[in-house]
C-alpha cells in the first residue's frame, strides 16, 4: 500500500484515539477516512482532510501536516470499534492505506 | 436515497472472466457530475481501488490492472460493469461499486453497494 497506516490502535471508551496516515500523496491534500464495521460496507467519515459528511458525529475529525493525514476520534465510543482506511489519490487514480484496526477496551 | 447493488457469479474458474454488474437507485448515472467505481477487498485484507467510469464512458483504471480490466456504463438501465479477465485465486475478494463524488483533483465515495464475495476456484 502506497499510504502506510499503523495496523492496531487501541483506545479506552472517552478517551482519544489518533489514527496516521503517511504518503507523498497525502502532501497533495483531500485526504478521505473510512470507517468498517466487519461484514459492512466502509462508511465515508471523513473527506478534504477535514469535512465530515452530514450524519457523522462531531467527535471524528481530520487534519493534515506534510505528508501525514490524522483521523481524531475524540470521545471514543464503544460503537467506534472498526476498521480505519485512508484514501488519496495519485495521477488521477485512487489508492487506499492498508487500514487500521481500532480496538475499544 | 441513492442505492447500489452488486450482481454476478460468486464462483468463477481460474482463466476465466468475472463479469459484474451494478444497480443504481435513487440517483441517476446520466444526469450527474459523479464517477462509478468498482473497489474490492480479499478476505481479512484492505480495500483495493480498481477503476471508474463516467457517465460519458471515459474510464480510469488502477495502472496494475489495466491490461485486464474494463468498466463499461449502460445509462438506460442506470447501471455499469466491471469485466476482468485471467482470474486468478489472487482475485478472491469482495466486491464492492461506489459513486464517487470529486472535489478538485480527487473523489470520495459517498455511497457504496453491500458488496458481492467474488471466489476464484476450479
Known amino acids: 500500500y502506497e499510504l502506510t497506516q499503523p495496523s492496531s490502535v487501541s483506545v479506552s471508551p472517552g478517551q482519544t484515539a489518533s489514527i496516521s496516515c503517511s504518503g507523498d500523496?497525502?502532501?497533495?491534500?483531500?485526504v478521505c477516512w473510512y470507517q468498517q464495521r466487519p461484514g459492512q460496507s466502509p462508511i465515508l467519515v471523513i473527506f478534504?482532510?477535514?469535512e465530515r459528511p452530514s450524519g457523522i458525529p462531531e467527535r471524528f475529525s481530520g487534519s493534515t501536516s506534510g505528508n501525514t493525514a490524522t483521523l481524531t476520534i475524540s470521545g471514543t465510543q464503544p460503537m467506534d470499534e472498526a476498521d480505519y482506511y485512508c484514501?488519496?489519490?495519485?495521477?488521477?487514480?485512487?489508492?487506499f492505506g492498508g487500514g487500521t484496526k481500532l480496538t475499544v477496551l | 436515497q441513492v442505492q447500489l447493488q452488486e450482481s454476478g457469479p460468486g464462483l468463477v474458474k481460474p482463466s476465466q472472466t468475472l463479469s459484474l454488474t451494478c444497480t443504481v437507485s435513487?440517483?441517476?448515472?446520466?444526469?450527474?457530475?459523479?464517477?462509478w467505481s468498482w473497489i474490492r477487498q480479499p478476505a481479512g485484507k484492505g480495500l483495493e481501488w480498481i477503476g471508474r467510469?463516467?457517465?460519458?464512458?471515459?474510464?480510469n483504471y488502477k495502472r496494475s490492472m489495466k491490461s485486464r480490466v474494463s468498466i463499461s456504463v449502460d445509462t438506460s438501465k442506470n447501471q455499469f460493469s466491471l469485466k476482468l479477465s485471467s482470474l486468478t485465486a489472487a482475485d478472491t475478494a469482495v466486491y464492492y461499486c461506489?459513486?464517487?463524488?470529486?472535489?478538485?483533483?480527487?473523489?470520495?465515495?459517498?455511497?457504496w453497494g453491500q458488496g458481492t464475495l467474488v471466489t476464484v476456484s476450479s
Open positions: 435513487g440517483d441517476s448515472i446520466h444526469s450527474g457530475e459523479y464517477s
Open positions: 500523496q497525502v502532501a497533495d491534500g483531500y
Open positions: 484514501q488519496a489519490w495519485e495521477y488521477g487514480t485512487v489508492i
Open positions: 461506489a459513486r464517487g463524488t470529486h472535489s478538485g483533483p480527487t473523489v470520495r465515495f459517498d455511497y
Open positions: 478534504q482532510d477535514n
Open positions: 467510469v463516467y457517465r460519458s464512458g471515459n474510464t
